[in-house]
C-alpha cells in the first residue's frame, strides 16, 4: 500500500490536489503555520464557512471547499498537543490520519496531500510523529482502495527526513 504514499518538500497550498489536509486548532477559525498559510491562500470564503461548522474535536475532521486553493477541498482535522505522551496522543494522531482518509474516500476524492500534523507548534517529536502518520495512513490504504495518492508535504527538511525514514522501515 505504500506505493500509493508519495513524499514531497513544500508548500501544501500550492497542490493541485483533490484535498489537502489542514492542521487546525479545535475552533476551526484559523491559527498560525500551515493553518494561517491555507487560510491565505484560500480566502476568506474558508473562515466564513469554517464559522459554520462549530469546531472540530481533537483526532476528528470536516471538510469544506477549496475556495482559492488548487485544491478542490481542504479537509480540516486537529491535531493532539505533545503532553509527554501518556495522554493518548499516538490514538489521537492516527486517528487524525484515519478520519482524513475516511471523509476523503467517502467523498470519492482520489488524491490527498497531508502536512505534518502536530509537529509544528503542537510540538509532537517528529520522528515519532511521521511514523505515525506513515503508519496510519497505509493501515488505512490497505482496507480502501478507492484512494488512489497520498502526499506527505513536508515544509522543512527534518521533517522531509523523518518521514522517508518513515516510509523505509514500513518497507
Ligand atoms: P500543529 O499546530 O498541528 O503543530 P503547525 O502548522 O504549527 O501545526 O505545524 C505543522 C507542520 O506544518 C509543521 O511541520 C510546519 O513546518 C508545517 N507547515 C507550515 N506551513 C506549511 C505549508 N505551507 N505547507 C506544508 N507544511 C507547512
Known sequence: ??????????????LKV????????NSLLGGGGVDGAIHR??????????????GCET?????TPGF????AY??????????????GEAD??????????????????????FPAISCGVYGYPVQQACEIAINATSQFLSKDSSIRKV?????????HQALMQALDSQK
Open 1 to 14: 500500500m505504500s506505493g500509493k504514499i508519495t513524499l514531497l518538500q513544500g508548500d501544501i497550498t500550492e
Open 18 to 25: 483533490d484535498a489537502i489536509v489542514n492542521a487546525a486548532k
Open 41 to 54: 491562500a484560500a480566502g476568506p470564503k474558508l473562515l466564513e464557512y469554517c464559522r459554520t461548522l462549530n
Open 59 to 63: 483526532g476528528q475532521a470536516k471538510i
Open 68 to 71: 482559492d486553493l488548487p485544491a
Open 74 to 87: 481542504v479537509i480540516h482535522t486537529v491535531g493532539p498537543i505533545w503532553h509527554g505522551g501518556d495522554q
Open 92 to 113: 489521537l494522531l492516527a486517528s487524525c490520519y484515519r478520519e482524513s482518509l475516511k471523509l476523503a474516500a467517502e467523498q470519492g476524492l482520489k488524491s490527498v496531500a
Open 151 to 159: 502526499i506527505f508535504c513536508a515544509f522543512d527538511k527534518p521533517v
